[in-house]
């Protein structure tokens, strides 16, 4: 069974550094048939793709996050990361690793639970 567990930043500061990571179990992130990617809902709005990474260490970034994102991957430990540079309030959200299957569409077959960021002074 497919499993993903994001780490827990809780409260963030502005201007500092989101730092997530994803566990995954019950699949490899070297596949090649798959991307790893990040997800998240702020309050009252809907879901937003942030972008994912490939086995090969490919990337892709939503345009409006591109110039903050940036994301990366531990093999041995079939982790990948997600990194968010100078967060405002407005990046307030629940945050959330996905598998997503490579191919036509955005298929995201497998989720972690998600894991509240706020950020605040």
């Known amino acids: 069974q497919v499993q993903l567990q994001e780490s827990d930043p809780g409260l963030v500061k502005p201007s500092q550094t989101l730092s997530l990571t994803c566990t995954v179990s019950?699949?490899?992130?070297?596949?090649?048939?798959?991307?790893w990617s990040w997800i998240r809902q702020s309050p009252g709005k809907g879901l937003e793709w942030i972008g994912y990474?490939?086995?090969?260490?490919?990337?892709r970034y939503t345009a409006t996050l591109k110039s903050r994102t940036s994301m990366s991957r531990d093999t041995s430990k079939n982790q990948f990361t997600l990194q968010l540079t100078s967060v405002t309030p407005e990046d307030t959200a629940v945050y959330y690793c996905?598998?997503?299957?490579?191919?036509?569409?955005?298929?995201?077959?497998?989720w972690g639970k998600g894991t509240p960021v706020i950020v605040s002074s």
């Open positions: 019950g699949a490899s992130i070297t596949s090649l048939a798959h991307y």
């Open positions: 990474i490939h086995s090969t260490g490919s990337t």
């Open positions: 996905a598998r997503e299957r490579v191919g036509p569409g955005l298929v995201l077959d497998y």
